[in-house]
């Protein structure tokens, strides 16, 4: 019998996630026909949720715990989540009820009909204010842009993937990342499924707008050197645009002697061009320290997580498990 495992970041999720977990996934669970394993990775929470998921994997040998040393954000959870699935096929889901456990039968008869990376999509069905609107479509344009061709709207880490596409995920090791931006990036054969993005049980989302804007950078960053070369572009643009500027002004004042009457000084156009150059240059040298930076994060080699526990019932776990 072909095993599914089940990967879900957890943090801070005290209140929700034993209803999420018993009432909502579990059942769900329990009507496939397949083998199945959830790995529940605790990214450093500060409340209960620990103690929780670790009784709750006590109790049921499916479920295994990792916990993380601190807070890694979910990109790195799921990550960490997806390293140590066994199954033949892997699935991640938020823990907080948001994407509906009731579609997982569906993801999965998508993924027997040949479906390598199955996708869920939200949006379809949802009515969102026109500056989120915007921005989703702004993001996605971008990411277009950048080289990942085959990115659809909406497209979340609710998704299913095959062992082929785990293992090869596997090998990458960039520590910016956005797991789902990866993904879109390795190609394979996608299937998307929609489905509507519902309220949380309990808990407050511990992304905001900044963690996105910083992830999304990231992933742009980690993803292509387009933004390099589009700096490059501006500034050939800007050297052109001073170039015939300057030109017409030396016909204009000091050759012909100012038919038109605009009487430029050279203190004003030079200070405007100064300051305007400044900007330019500071914002370039910024992209390259962002860039610089990433490299030097890649450069250090550091694990992408440290795990301080693990935690299963299953005995070939039991020689890893460090603290019970
Ligand atoms: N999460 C995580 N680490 C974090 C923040 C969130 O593992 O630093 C988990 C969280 O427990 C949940 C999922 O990631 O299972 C989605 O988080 P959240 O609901 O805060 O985000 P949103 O629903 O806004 O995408
Ligand atoms: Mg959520």
């Keep these: 019998m072909k095993t599914i495992s089940l990967v879900i970041p957890v943090y801070n999720e005290e209140k929700g996630f034993r209803k999420f977990y018993h009432e909502l996934l579990e059942p769900e669970l329990k009507k496939l026909k397949y083998n199945y394993e959830v790995i529940l990775v605790d990214d450093g929470s500060k409340d209960k949720t620990l103690g929780i998921i670790q009784d709750m994997a006590e109790k049921d040998s499916h479920i295994k715990v990792l916990a993380f040393s601190r807070n890694f954000g979910k990109?790195?959870?799921?990550?960490?989540?997806?390293?140590?699935?066994?199954?033949?096929?892997?699935?991640?889901?938020?823990?907080?009820?948001?994407?509906p456990p009731e579609l997982i039968p569906e993801f999965i008869e998508k993924w027997e009909a040949g479906g390598e990376i199955v996708i869920g999509v939200r949006g379809k069905y949802e009515k969102h204010g026109l500056i989120a609107k915007l921005g989703s479509k702004l993001f996605y344009r971008m990411l277009k842009h950048m080289g990942v061709k085959d990115t659809v709207p909406g497209s979340t880490d609710f998704r299913l993937i095959d062992r082929v596409v785990v293992d090869e995920f596997n090998k990458l090791t960039e520590h910016g990342r956005i797991t789902r931006g990866l993904m879109d990036w390795m190609g394979f054969k996608k299937v998307y499924i929609d489905y509507i993005y519902g309220n949380r049980l309990a808990g407050k989302p511990s992304y905001n707008f900044k963690k996105l804007f910083g992830l999304a950078i990231d992933s742009f960053i980690s993803l292509s050197t387009t933004p390099l070369i589009i700096f490059g572009w501006i500034g050939s643009f800007i050297t052109f645009a001073s170039f015939v500027l300057g030109v017409f002004v030396i016909i204009e004042e000091f050759i012909m002697g100012d038919p038109i009457g605009l009487k430029w000084t050279g203190t004003t156009c030079l200070s405007i061009f100064i300051s305007f150059l400044v900007g330019l240059v500071l914002i370039s040298q910024a992209i390259m320290a962002l860039y610089i930076s990433h490299i030097h994060a890649e450069a250090q080699g550091r694990p992408l997580y440290i795990i301080d526990r693990r935690q299963s019932r299953n005995l070939q776990d039991a020689g890893k498990t460090k603290k019970a």
């Design 75 to 99: 990109e790195v959870a799921l990550t960490a989540g997806i390293h140590e699935a066994i199954g033949d096929a892997v699935m991640t889901i938020d823990a907080d009820g948001q994407q």
